[in-house]
Nanobody, 120 residues
């Protein structure tokens, strides 16, 4: 059974930082792009960041560019999202995504999500 399990969410003040982690099990994702999406209350799920299988190519939503950094460790089958200078508008449930497909798309596997709340 393939699982993606996110961790690291929580409550933080504006300007603070959080580091999200996604641990994959059941299959290796070392040949697949992985990414992060988020969904705020009443809004559609949106793309946040993605990383190619080698880590050599990364993509970011304009809203997080310069503040968030995606990285991966293929040996550990994990992907991380370092979030700095957080803003209240970053409040959302953050989902890990991965599997075969283009870096700019979505893979077939999703995590259950982790809540990030940024207070003003």
């Amino acid at each position: 059974q393939v699982q993606l399990v996110e961790s690291g969410g929580g409550l933080v003040q504006a300007g603070g930082s959080l580091r999200l982690s996604c641990a994959a099990s059941g299959r290796s994702f070392s040949s697949d792009p992985m990414g992060w999406f988020r969904q705020a209350p009443g809004k559609k799920r949106e793309f946040v960041a993605a990383i190619s299988w080698s880590g050599g190519n990364t993509l970011y939503a304009d809203s997080v560019k310069g503040r968030f950094t995606i990285s991966r460790d293929n040996a550990k089958n994990t992907v991380n999202l370092q979030m700095n200078k957080l803003k209240p508008e970053d409040t959302a449930v953050y989902y890990c995504n991965g599997g075969p497909g283009p870096v700019h798309g979505t893979g077939p596997y999703w995590g259950q999500g982790t809540q990030v709340t940024v207070s003003s």
